[in-house]
């Protein structure tokens, strides 16, 4: 089976993945449909990161000025301890200064709106949810809630970590549970210090992130080590984060204050242990269905952005379509298995409680040549994807 332009691509899922690969193959001239769960197309959630790998493809599709337009490019990336000390601290500009394309933090909700924007609503269909598909010789079927279908020649589920398209590949199991959750918020706030600084804050199973998204608004986090799915109620949340973090310094018990408790936004911290294969005859996976990863490295949007590019280089350039998803895996799974794999480690560090783990692990970041760190940040955010042709 192999794909020509007047047939269809069915991408179920029209987050930020999903509306990536839509614009590279409108760009390609190839045929797609989006199908969304959600009774009307739109994110939610706080800041994403948006690292110089995805720019440089939203700058191939036509995006990255939008980008630019609405974020702020960032330039050092900090480590600190609660106490107020500098563990360590990474010039990402200058390490990835062979690219314009720059780092951003933005809001996710900014980033979605940005892709829809490039797409003509008619090819997005709302209140779609995937229930079942179906794979003969001529094609795929996709069933949806609604009742409705829709047939094409290859599924794309780009559906999320609980993806209906990767239990049908490969049955349901339960994501992996980090052992922390996560708060998030989005606020009016003048920064610290520096406009163009990513700083975490750790301590005793607990960290603290502040990033800005403009001169006067920034996104934060907090991941603190919990039981899996203790949520805390919306009015309650405010108050429970600033008993946590009391004591510490950087600001944050203002940063928390300033943030009315129904906008803190909760999630437990989950992934899934990489797989190698994400396809299966026409169906295959992008983005957090294919590979989810903890948010340590702000790497899952930008890893499912590459994700659109090469899957969609790989079906303009392969004869079938089952060389082309073989192609794709290939591709991504060495690179996006690693970086899942860092970033749970990383996790697993930020758990320790005792004082004397936190000291080693104080120096061991504090004793971390820059050059490795360096590696680091070029390996993640310093890959290119490619063009589409």
């Not at 986090?221 to 109620?233: C, Q, R, V, W």
């Not at 890893?303 to 060389?323: C, G, P, S």
């Not at 004082?355 to 061991?364: D, G, H, S, V």
């Amino acid at each position: 089976m192999t794909i020509k332009k007047n047939e269809s691509v069915l991408i179920i899922g029209g987050g930020i993945g999903g509306l990536t690969l839509a614009i590279a193959l409108q760009q390609a001239g190839i045929s797609f449909e989006v199908f969304e769960r959600a009774p009307e197309l739109k994110e939610v959630g706080a800041g994403v990161g948006v690292w110089t790998n995805a720019i440089k493809v939203l700058d191939r599709l036509g995006v990255g000025e939008r980008i630019r337009a609405i974020g702020q490019p960032l330039q050092i990336a900090e480590m600190c301890s609660d106490k107020g000390r500098f563990l360590s601290s990474a010039n990402i500009a200058e390490i990835l200064g062979e690219s314009e394309a720059g780092c951003y933090v933005l809001h996710r909700a900014e980033l979605h709106a940005a892709l829809a924007e490039r797409l003509p609503k008619s090819v997005i269909k709302t209140d779609h949810g995937c229930v079942r598909i179906e794979e003969t010789q001529k094609g795929v079927t996709v069933h949806f809630a609604n009742h409705q279908s829709a047939k094409g020649t290859i599924v794309v589920g780009a559906d999320g970590i609980n993806s209906v398209v990767r239990a049908h590949l490969w049955g349901r199991e339960k994501p992996r549970y980090s052992g922390q959750t996560c708060f998030r918020g989005v606020i009016n706030f003048q920064f610290p210090d520096d406009a163009h600084t990513l700083r975490e804050i750790q301590g005793a199973g607990k960290r603290f992130g502040i990033c800005p998204l403009s001169n006067n608004r920034i996104y934060w986090f907090s991941a603190l080590n919990a039981p899996e799915g203790k949520m805390i109620d919306f009015q309650e949340r405010q108050k429970f984060l600033l008993a946590e973090y009391k004591d510490w310094l950087w600001e944050v018990p203002k940063i928390i204050a300033a943030t009315p408790s129904e906008k803190i936004l909760q999630n437990d911290l989950v992934d899934r242990v990489p797989i190698k294969r994400w396809s299966k005859g026409a169906v295959t996976l992008l983005g957090d269905a294919a590979h989810p990863t903890t948010p340590n490295f702000g790497q899952g949007a930008c890893m499912a952005i590459e994700d659109a590019m090469i899957l969609t280089r790989n079906l303009i350039k392969n004869a079938t379509v089952q060389d082309a998803l073989q192609s794709y895996e290939q591709t991504r799974s060495k690179r996006t298995s690693k970086i899942v794999n860092q970033s749970w480690t990383f996790g697993t560090l930020a758990k320790w409680k005792n004082p004397f783990a936190i000291r080693l692990r104080e120096l061991l970041i504090r004793a971390t040549p820059e050059f490795v760190m360096q590696q680091i940040i070029r390996q993640q955010a310093g890959f290119d994807a490619g063009n589409l042709y």
